[in-house]
């Protein structure tokens, strides 16, 4: 079965003095997800948005929240994310010492459970967990900063988790967040990548033009 392509267009590049507008922007030119990556300062070496962020946000906005959490064991803050909006709710398993345990409370608090690796994880990591998750995330970059380049050897994971995917009929998305843009896109979904995290690429420039290239690009893909 063919994967349904999706953009995520990431916050943390929006305007922030503006994200109401941001938001209704993103709505009306038809992006998929709102992905909003939340830092601790701890997991990786910076700070970004927490909950009170999370919760003003979900008044002006209806689209799916896709929240990643680069925190030190985010079991402690999974109820919290979810009553301020989160639709799923993605997690490090580099950060979860009980990654089963912190599934469940993503289930338990009504949200969707993902689960992320960073690039230099094993894809093997999130093998055990493929079958309670709805989306992977593999990180192209390091998390915790933007504009990096992609890091090609991530590519080959993603390859391997849709594989292992597919040979047993498991219905995943896979995600990919960090250097993606339009001149790599192509390569990036033949490597068996369906949702897209684009900060920059949606939020520099003209935004509807933006979503509307990367969703023609997916609609002219060859392999779809």
């Excluded at 990431?10 to 909003?36: G, P, Q, R, T, W």
């Excluded at 990643?68 to 301020?84: D, G, N, S, T, V």
Aim: contains cysteine; glycine residues 6%; negative net charge.
């Amino acid at each position: 079965m063919k994967p349904e392509y999706k953009l995520a267009p990431s916050i943390l590049a929006a305007d922030f003095a503006k994200l109401a507008d941001e938001l209704a922007k993103l709505k009306n030119a038809e992006a998929d997800y709102v992905h909003i990556d939340v830092m601790d300062g701890m997991f990786v070496p910076n700070i970004s948005i927490g909950i009170p962020v999370v919760r003003s946000i979900r008044q002006y906005s209806d689209m799916f929240f896709d929240v990643h959490l680069m925190i030190e064991e985010p079991i402690r803050y999974i109820e919290r994310f979810a009553k301020a909006g989160a639709d799923g709710i993605t997690v490090h398993v580099e950060a979860c010492s009980d990654m089963d345990k912190t599934i469940d409370e993503i289930e338990k608090a009504g949200v969707k459970p993902a689960i992320c690796l960073s690039p230099d994880t094993p894809y093997e990591s999130v093998i055990p967990y493929l079958d309670r998750v709805y989306m992977v995330l593999v990180m192209s970059v390091y998390p915790g900063y933007g504009g990096q380049e992609l890091i090609e050897s991530t590519l080959v994971k993603a390859k391997a988790i849709r594989q292992y995917i597919n040979e047993h009929n498991l219905n995943v998305d896979i995600e990919m967040d960090g250097g993606i843009k339009l001149s790599n896109l192509e390569h990036v979904l033949d490597n068996g990548v369906n949702v897209i995290v684009a900060g920059t690429g949606v939020f520099k420039g003209e935004l509807y033009e933006n979503v509307k290239n990367f969703k023609n690009a997916f609609a002219s893909y060859k392999n779809i």
